[in-house]
Nanobody
Framework: QVQLVESGGGLVQAGGSLRLSCAASGRTFSTYDMGWFRQAPGKERDFVVRINRSGGSTYYADSVKGRFTISRDNAKNTVYLQMNNLKPEDTAVYYC???????????????WGQGTQVTVSS
């Protein structure tokens, strides 16, 4: 069982930055791929980025490539999402998720956090 808690969301102006964190419980964090997803009001949950268990491989959605950076610290059981040059269309609830052999498909993730709101004003 893995419990995930996101933090770091908030309100920011367009062009600004935020850093999200996702803290995981348990000793098995390093055995999970970690992903970030987001869901805007009235829309489906979309894939943002994924990092493999060692942190050596990442995969980004085209919409965030070059602006967002995912990283993880397995010693701290934490995954981070650095978001730069934020745009109003980035406004959403951001969720972190843990899964094994998981890519961009949300169904491949077994554990989810409660989400953190990111609002980007124009």
């Amino acid at each position: 069982q893995v419990q995930l808690v996101e933090s770091g969301g908030g309100l920011v102006q367009a062009g600004g930055s935020l850093r999200l964190s996702c803290a995981a419980s348990g000793r098995t964090f390093s055995t999970y791929d970690m992903g970030w997803f987001r869901q805007a009001p009235g829309k489906e949950r979309d894939f943002v980025v994924r990092i493999n268990r060692s942190g050596g491989s990442t995969y980004y959605a085209d919409s965030v490539k070059g602006r967002f950076t995912i990283s993880r610290d397995n010693a701290k059981n934490t995954v981070y999402l650095q978001m730069n040059n934020l745009k109003p269309e980035d406004t959403a609830v951001y969720y972190c998720a843990a899964g094994r052999w998981a890519g961009s498909d949300a169904h491949r993730y077994d554990y989810w956090g409660q989400g953190t709101q990111v609002t980007v004003s124009s």
